[in-house]
């Protein structure tokens, strides 16, 4: 199984512009996250969704938007990046319910001129 | 909000050694415990999960335990290895994951 699939792998943007970064899981997870890491302050999490038609703010969800596109796939829009979104995002999923294990996808290391 | 935090922050140690890594959380109505291992560049691969009701969990060299009332988890990992070095990251669950920001382990070969 391939897990948590996180496209692209790196991108560089000029401030302004917009891309949207895409995730899929083959794990039949109904629950799927967005999360940013930046050195020094940890993962903290943009957008959740806990099932299929739902999504959620987390704490920095600021300058983001997200689309659960089906059960498999929970995309993260950046409309108008800002450098200040530099960072390396991460897409997790599990199954749903509160004490199920997470899995992670390999990143995306988006870069913002 | 719940704080998590790790301690240290790095560590270095000769090949062989038993260690142990810290992580402790603000809050104690947590659903479970996830410990994660992170390589430069790499994504989070998923050690140990030790549910709210256990105190343990064991992966081969590595174990985990949990003191929800006191609000600490420890990962044990035992005749460390240089393919142990890595970046470790614990995480308290709820509808969410709140992370610490890692111990950095260096095992000299």
């Known amino acids: 199984n391939a897990g948590v699939t996180q496209t692209p792998k790196f991108q560089v943007l000029k401030t302004g512009q917009s891309m949207t970064l895409q995730c899929a899981q083959d794990?039949?997870?109904?629950?799927m996250y967005w999360y940013r890491q930046d050195p020094g302050m940890g993962l903290r999490l943009i957008y959740y969704s806990a099932s299929e038609g739902t999504t959620d703010k987390g704490e920095v969800p600021n300058g983001y938007n997200v689309s659960r596109l089906n059960k498999r796939e929970f995309s993260l829009r950046l409309e108008s990046a800002a450098p200040s979104q530099t960072s390396v995002y991460f897409c997790a999923s599990r199954e749903q319910g509160m004490n199920t294990e997470a899995f992670f996808g390999q990143g995306t290391r988006l870069t913002v001129v | 909000k719940q704080e998590v935090t790790q301690i240290p922050a790095a560590l270095s140690v000769p090949e062989g050694e038993n260690l142990v890594l810290n992580c402790s959380f603000t809050d104690s109505a947590i659903y479970n415990l996830q410990w994660f291992r992170q390589d430069p560049g790499k994504g989070l691969t998923s050690l140990l999960l030790i549910q709210s009701s256990q105190r343990e969990q064991t992966s081969g060299r590595l174990n985990a335990s949990l003191d929800k009332s006191s609000g600490r988890s420890t990962l044990y990992i035992a005749a460390s290895q240089p393919g142990d070095s890595a970046t470790y990251l614990c995480?308290?669950?709820?509808?969410?994951?709140?992370f610490g920001t890692g111990t950095s382990l260096t095992v000299i070969p």
């Open positions: 995480a308290a669950t709820g509808n969410q994951f709140y």
């Open positions: 794990m039949n997870h109904n629950s």
